[in-house]
């Protein structure tokens, strides 16, 4: 069960590139970073700074600037980058538009495919809302009982 | 591979990745979300992920940086910086 655009919902979030597409608080529309931290109601993104863009830090020595900003999962739409060997293989399999019809059941996510074998999955934040170890379990009883 | 295991392999090289840039915290959460997803799934952690991470303080160890590596007779005895020690036979 490689990172697809199907399993990411039930995967690991840390470590992705993501932006944020659509917020209730604008001035959290069009973050991009890196996903650094998961909690049940929040996403921490680590948005990277070049010197020029943040004048008024006055500790800018050259290097680039991290920032985490901690977007609350309710009331977001987060576009997640998938870049590995499956996101290829469907890439070459048919063109977006193809990929999209078929898939059943695809209400809250939809796949973009663009080159390179970068695959960016659109999410609904309130599909995510979860403990970070709870999301991977299938739901229901628990599969020994 | 489901996707907890994978889950798992994630967070190792995450937190190896975090341990060596110096976030250690960071690198912390990632152990102990790892551990969870572990015992949630019931699966054992995989080797070299016991072998690096602290027991008592779940940071991930890298040796000569914040953990201490010794040979005894016949085993090999991981010092954390928080004090705590780990130990693993080895083959002669």
């Given at each position: 069960m490689a990172l697809t655009p199907e399993t990411l919902v039930r995967?690991?979030?840390?470590?992705l590139p993501v932006r944020v597409?659509?917020?209730?608080?604008?001035?959290?529309?069009?973050l991009s970073g890196r996903v650094v931290l998961e909690t049940t109601n929040t996403l921490s993104v680590e948005v990277r700074e070049s010197p020029e863009a943040t004048r008024?830090?006055?500790?800018?020595?050259g290097h680039d600037e991290f920032r985490v900003v901690t977007v609350p999962k309710s009331g977001s739409t987060f576009e997640f980058a998938i870049t590995d060997e499956a996101a290829g293989d469907e890439k070459s399999l048919g063109t977006t538009s193809e990929l999209a019809d078929t898939q059943p059941g695809f209400d809250t996510t939809d796949t973009d495919c663009a080159g390179d074998g970068v695959a960016y999955v659109t999410v609904d934040g309130s599909r995510l809302l979860s403990r970070p170890a709870r999301r991977t379990e299938t739901t229901g009883d628990s599969p020994w009982q | 591979m489901t996707v907890a295991e994978e889950r798992i392999e994630r967070l190792h090289d995450l937190a190896r990745a975090a341990a060596s840039d110096g976030e250690d915290d960071r690198a912390r959460e990632y152990v102990r979300l790892a551990r969870r997803i572990a015992e949630r799934n019931r699966l054992s952690l995989p080797r070299p992920f016991t072998r690096f991470t602290?027991?008592?303080?779940?940071a991930y160890l890298r040796p000569g940086v914040n953990a201490r590596v010794r040979l005894r007779r016949g085993h090999v005895v991981i010092t954390c910086d928080c004090g705590h020690q780990k130990r693993y036979p080895y083959d002669r």
């Open positions: 995967h690991e979030l840390n470590g597409v659509e917020s209730d608080d604008s001035s959290r529309e069009g008024d830090a006055e500790s800018s020595h | 602290c027991d008592a303080c779940d």
